[in-house]
């Protein structure tokens, strides 16, 4: 059969902030990349779902925010990948903090982290998993940027993939390394087509095993 995989993960997955989601979301160029260098092998899937993040007890919209509430997450599951790629954890950034100022359990983020990339790794298809340990980087237009909680999110996913035993993808190097080329929209978070470009460009190299580590 086709190598089905699964892009898990929140507003950068699903495709905001462009014209052309269905087209220009990064899933969707993975697709067209897969296509080209192993032509019928693959067959690509989006799973985003904006504002969703990994703890199961904050809110959005007047409903529970986690990912792993969402019919998403489901639909991803009943599909049984073989690789799921998890982007996760920026809409967490304004939760985070409260576990280092006891207004929350310590060390919440991360099992509830694991135990949703859990129920991945329970499936028969046992898919190679993969989640972005550094983020997409923030532009000077975002509140959150240049805060510490941004660097202190990303090394909680590091402990997040070590403990779960899945690979850590740095998504945040290879579009810091194009912010002149016009990657990010105007509200400093959400990847262009461009960007979403390069982000599928990396993906392409973890689905194919030629990401250097």
Excluded at 34 to 43: C, I, M, S, T
Aim: proline share 5%.
């Amino acid at each position: 059969h086709k190598i089905r995989v699964a892009c898990v993960g929140d507003s950068i997955t699903w495709g905001s902030a462009m014209t052309n989601r269905a087209e220009d979301c990064y899933p969707a160029q993975l697709q067209r990349m897969l296509d080209e260098k192993a032509p019928g092998r693959y067959v690509v899937r989006n799973f985003g779902n904006p504002g969703r993040g990994v703890y199961t007890h904050t809110k959005f919209g007047g409903t529970c925010r986690a990912f792993s509430a969402m019919r998403e997450h489901k639909e991803a599951l009943a599909w049984n990948p073989d690789l799921v790629i998890c982007n996760l954890g920026a809409n967490d950034w304004e939760e985070f903090p409260k576990e280092t100022e006891g207004k929350i359990e310590r060390g919440l983020f991360r099992r509830e982290y694991g135990a949703l990339l859990r129920q991945y790794q329970a499936l028969g298809s046992h898919p190679k998993i993969g989640i972005w340990t550094r983020l997409a980087p923030l532009t000077k237009a975002h509140p959150e940027y240049d805060k510490p909680v941004v660097a202190e999110l990303d090394a909680e996913l590091v402990s997040v993939a070590h403990e779960a035993g899945v690979e850590a993808i740095d998504m945040q190097t290879p579009l810091m390394e194009r912010l002149e080329e016009n990657i990010m929209a105007d509200d400093g978070i959400h990847p262009t087509a461009v960007g979403c470009r390069r982000i599928a460009v990396e993906t392409c190299k973890y689905v194919l095993g030629e990401r250097e580590k």
